[in-house]
């Protein structure tokens, strides 16, 4: 561990995803754009094109994501594991972090279409809530 964060020299991935994993402890961005914060929930919006990437983020709150399209997706996870995955619209996912857990993961569009994801968090878990920049929020 360096800084709480697995060390990723033994990953089978390239270099560069190693040096963004190691600086993405903080990043707490789970979509490109928080359209909407109240007490309770943050709701996120991300739209990747083919090809396009979001890069590694933390996730330490309770959450839920639903695929608004289908498509295909390849995730760098904080374990060293590449995984494929393929996302019917409608497709949803639930997650619980226990105190002091958390998951630092990427996702890249393989597909041929839009990949729309919406994901909710939710405040009042386990886990404090990162930090979000200004520059995410939208309006």
């Not at 089978?12 to 707490?28: I, Q």
């Not at 904080?78 to 995955?85: I, K, N, Q």
């Not at 972090?97 to 393989?110: C, M, R, S, T």
């Not at 994901?119 to 930090?131: A, G, K």
Request: hydrophobic share 35%; charged share 20%.
């Amino acid at each position: 561990m360096l800084n709480g964060i697995p060390d990723p020299s033994g990953y089978d991935w390239p270099e560069e995803l190693k040096r963004e994993f190691l600086t993405a402890g903080e990043n707490g961005c789970v979509g490109s754009t928080l359209v909407s914060e109240s007490d309770r929930v943050r709701v996120w919006s991300l739209r990747l094109a083919p090809g396009q990437r979001i890069g590694f983020h933390k996730h330490v709150l309770d959450y839920f994501w639903t695929a608004v399209t289908p498509g295909r997706a390849i995730s760098h996870m904080d374990d060293g594991r590449t995984v494929e995955a393929t996302y019917a619209a409608g497709s949803t996912a639930h997650h619980h972090y226990e105190p002091g857990a958390f998951k630092i993961h990427d996702l890249q569009n393989v597909g041929d279409t839009d990949l729309v994801f919406t994901t909710v968090e939710f405040l009042d878990s386990c886990n404090p809530p990162l930090n979000i920049p200004a520059s995410v929020r939208l309006g």
